[in-house]
């Protein structure tokens, strides 16, 4: 999948934000920094995980919460369901700092946390979505002028969450179910690989014995027992397609040896991989 196209200023002439709404299934960016830009990043659906050049670990960031990356910070975003969306918004720098004078308080972006995001801001960002201006727009110069209203209402609901809202704390139960179903996307799109607990962890930013407890936790069995188990349900599903050797069925579930994949068989229950060849053959 090619990465999401992202660019280094989206404030041109005197505006102070901009807005953009992505959809994306299983989104990622390339490592980019944005120019005099602050970005807030609030997800819809699904988590995104943050990894920047200020944290040691990526952060992970759900719905209803919210991360400000400050301008000239690198970093890089990733996302794993189909059905991923979320709002970015950019602020220019001089309008943050007019914010922070008026708070008599800086935001606290040294280190990238993860924020509670008030209903307040919820609402600007449904409302600057509401207001976007559709092209049969009866009186289109009235609707952009309420739609630049919408985004700057946004822009400034964003700084004073940033200034005022609460850091969330990593431990929450309804974060760890998001996120096990996300890693189960995951495991499902890279079985033909052979994937490490330690490359999981991460990519979802977390340590391997973290991973281990909170998938455990969830879906009562390892991950690698879960990666080896979904191996053999679609490997049993392959082996009934014509033309499938045992050994390209192996190759296409992430393993080297047929020999291997037949000991996954016996492990979870199944006949051997070559009993499958015969029932198709019978069949025929």
Same mark, same amino acid.
């Given at each position: ?158 700084? %004073?969450? !940033? +200034? ?8 929450? #139960? *309804? $974060?760890?179910? @998001?996120? &096990?179903? =996300? ?19 991460? %990519?979802? !930013? +977390? ?8 998938? #455990? *936790? $969830?879906?009562? @069995?390892? &991950?690698? =027992? ?59």
């Amino acid at each position: 999948m090619k990465p999401y196209p992202t660019a280094s200023r989206h404030l041109h002439g005197d505006r102070i934000a901009d807005v953009r709404h992505v959809s994306v299934g299983e989104y990622r960016t390339h490592p980019h920094a944005h120019d005099d830009e602050y970005m807030f990043l609030l997800p819809r659906t699904g988590q995104l995980v943050l990894n920047v050049e200020s944290n040691i670990a990526p952060v992970r960031v759900a719905p209803k919460s919210f991360v400000v990356v400050p301008p000239q910070r690198v970093h890089d975003t990733r996302g794993y369901r189909p059905g991923q969306s979320h709002v970015a918004v950019y602020v220019a720098s001089d309008f943050v700092a007019f914010c922070e004078r008026k708070a008599r308080r800086k935001l606290a972006c040294e280190r990238i946390s993860i924020w509670s995001a008030p209903l307040g801001l919820l609402d600007a960002v449904r409302v600057a979505s509401d207001a976007r201006t559709p092209n049969d727009m009866p009186v289109p110069d009235l609707a952009a002028f309420r739609a630049d209203l919408a985004v700057r209402m946004l822009a400034a609901s964003c700084v %004073e969450a !940033g +200034l005022t809202s609460a850091p969330i704390s990593p431990g929450r #139960r *309804d $974060a760890h179910a @998001e996120m &096990v179903r =996300d890693i189960r996307t995951f495991l499902d799109a890279t079985l033909d690989q052979p994937v490490t607990l330690d490359r999981i962890a991460y %990519e979802f !930013g +977390l340590s391997r014995r973290t991973l281990t407890r909170i998938f #455990r *936790d $969830a879906t009562g @069995e390892s &991950v690698v =027992d879960y990666q080896s188990r979904r191996r053999v349900e679609i490997a049993a599903t392959l082996l009934r397609a014509p033309g499938m050797t045992v050994l390209a069925v192996a190759a296409a579930v992430g393993l080297d040896s047929p020999s291997y994949l037949a000991r996954l068989f016996r492990q979870h229950g199944y006949a051997p991989p070559n009993a499958f060849k015969h029932d198709v053959s019978d069949i025929d």
